[in-house]
């Protein structure tokens, strides 16, 4: 079989080497770059490159030989212009949904409890004996109703919530009580107390959460964003927390990262930032399924979670 050249483009680099040194059989060369902006020798002529879109998307260019790029990362916004052009490219599944599901229940008890008025109590020595919430019984919107979508659903009914689900067709899937379609978005978030949005950056998810969508949420509900940035208008975010009309709101991921300092979201009333930590991509993970996908690669066999240009995930 011929040799074939691996370059890796990552912070993780080495590790990912180190990983699949032990995972791969055969005459694989693998040629790690764990520094932006620098290539090794010999990166002109792999064929397949392992690593961080954006990465990727950058040195395209010098990579003449490549016919496949696999993504490490979650999202592959950066490469759909070059799958559009024919490059194989694919991303990574079932690897992140536990740390989603923790992210996001975690911060809907946080909510339920009020924990940050208490701990804001308890900094100016204040007795708050006002009393907490509960999940149970409240009805929690699954933007998105993939794998992670799944898994972040089953873990909030653990606490007796009520599971909505949300996607481009409506087909019904486990665990949701019903899955609404896009046409009936303003019809699913007014039954919502929370609301989590894990869809993908596409053309028909820009924008979805606007003033009008804002409108149509429950009073009171809150929203928590761990999928793309670019699903929520950001002004009208502001305008609806501003107003009383929202909760609040936990937003992971944004549109410009990092978060601008003059950004009006650092004080939005009852928002909450994170700076897209929700998941990590570990590398064990992403290397299992990438040693699987070489095999397949090198066999000639289709690949595993091959993106779709025209779907744009």
């Excluded at 009393?131 to 409240?138: C, D, E, N, Q, Y």
């Excluded at 009006?264 to 399924?289: E, K």
Aim: glycine letters at 10%; proline letters at 7%; charged letters at 20%.
């Amino acid at each position: 079989m011929t040799p074939t050249t691996v370059l890796i483009l990552s912070r993780d680099a080495v590790e990912y080497r180190e990983l699949l040194a032990d995972m791969v059989e055969g005459d694989v060369r693998f040629l790690p770059a764990p520094d932006r902006g620098t290539l090794p020798d010999g990166a002109d002529t792999a064929t397949v490159v392992l690593g961080e879109p954006d990465r990727i998307a950058a040195s395209l260019p010098q990579l003449r030989a490549l016919a496949w790029a696999q993504s490490t990362w979650a999202g592959v916004t950066p490469l759909l212009p070059a799958a559009r052009s024919g490059l194989v490219v694919t991303g990574v599944k079932d690897v992140f949904g536990t740390q989603m599901a923790e992210y996001v229940v975690g911060h809907l008890l946080a909510h339920a409890l009020d924990l940050p008025s208490r701990r804001e109590a308890q900094a100016q020595g204040r007795w708050l004996g006002t009393p907490t919430g509960t999940l149970a019984g409240t009805t929690l919107g699954v933007m998105g109703t993939g794998s992670i979508g799944a898994e972040i659903a089953r873990r909030a009914g653990g606490f007796g919530m009520r599971l909505l689900g949300f996607s481009r067709s409506g087909e019904a899937r486990a665990p949701f009580e019903a899955v609404y379609p896009t046409s009936r978005l303003h019809e699913f978030l007014g039954r919502c107390d929370y609301v989590a949005a894990v869809l993908p950056d596409t053309a028909d998810t820009r924008d979805l959460l606007d003033a009008h969508a804002f409108v149509a949420m429950r009073p009171g509900a809150v929203l928590v964003n761990v999928g793309r940035g670019t699903l929520v208008v950001d002004a009208d975010l502001v305008a609806a927390l501003a107003s009383g009309n929202l909760g609040g709101a936990v937003l992971d991921v944004f549109r410009e990262e990092p978060l601008p300092p003059a950004h009006p979201f650092w004080n939005a009333p009852r928002l909450s930032v994170t700076a897209h930590v929700a998941a990590r991509s570990w590398p064990r993970d992403i290397a299992a399924i990438f040693a699987d996908n070489l095999a397949r690669f090198r066999a000639g066999q289709e690949l595993r979670y091959r993106l779709d240009p025209e779907q744009g995930y």
